[in-house]
């Protein structure tokens, strides 16, 4: 079985998995788009965030508070394998219906919250890391959708920063990382 969710997720995964798994050693401590992320940071933060999102998909409480330390053994290997039970997860139909108990959120805006998080942390790992990456239009799409809704929240609470103002021409994607708070043109020093 699938879902929109799991659809969206099935595009959005592959191409950051690749992206974990190009990250080297010697990348970790590089920065990122993400003032408070350095790649340690950020591939930390993206297994919480598959690990929780799973949870999520069964109704399950999670705990953000502690980011434990997964960059650790064969985490590219253990990232991908996260990132499969995650999609896995949200493929069952009856995952979308109600609301999450633990976030207090419609279950399919939680889902789209999962896709924002793969689309724009797989941008903030390229752009770190120096490595290719594109996104889907379908997955701007979904992306957009949520921050029609939720991004003015999301803002209220630190999950994004304040929206920038970019050039005209500026990309689908450029707009959108803008509303996240993010530089399009940002580059490593």
Not at 119 to 126: C, E, M, P, R
């Amino acid at each position: 079985m699938s879902t929109e969710i799991s659809d969206l997720l099935e595009r959005a995964v592959p191409p950051v998995t690749g992206l974990v798994a190009g990250v080297r050693d010697e990348q970790l401590p590089q920065a990122t788009p993400c003032a408070a992320f350095q790649v340690r940071d950020l591939l930390n933060h993206l297994f919480q965030v598959t690990r929780n999102f799973r949870l999520l998909a069964g109704r399950e409480q999670v705990d953000w508070s502690v980011t434990p330390d997964a960059v650790t053994g064969d985490w590219r290997q253990t990232f991908a394998g996260d990132a499969r039970t995650m999609i896995a997860a949200w493929s069952d139909p009856q995952v979308l219906d109600g609301v999450s108990p633990g976030m207090g959120l419609p279950q399919r805006t939680l889902g789209l919250m999962m896709v924002v998080d793969m689309v724009v942390h797989g941008w903030d790992l390229a752009q770190a890391t120096g490595q290719p990456y594109q996104v889907d239009e379908a997955l701007l799409a979904a992306a957009a959708e949520f921050l029609d809704t939720m991004g003015d929240m999301g803002r209220t609470m630190g999950a994004f920063g304040p929206e920038i103002t970019v050039a005209a021409g500026t990309g689908r994607l450029g707009r959108l990382l803008a509303r996240t708070g993010r530089d399009p043109l940002w580059r490593p020093v």
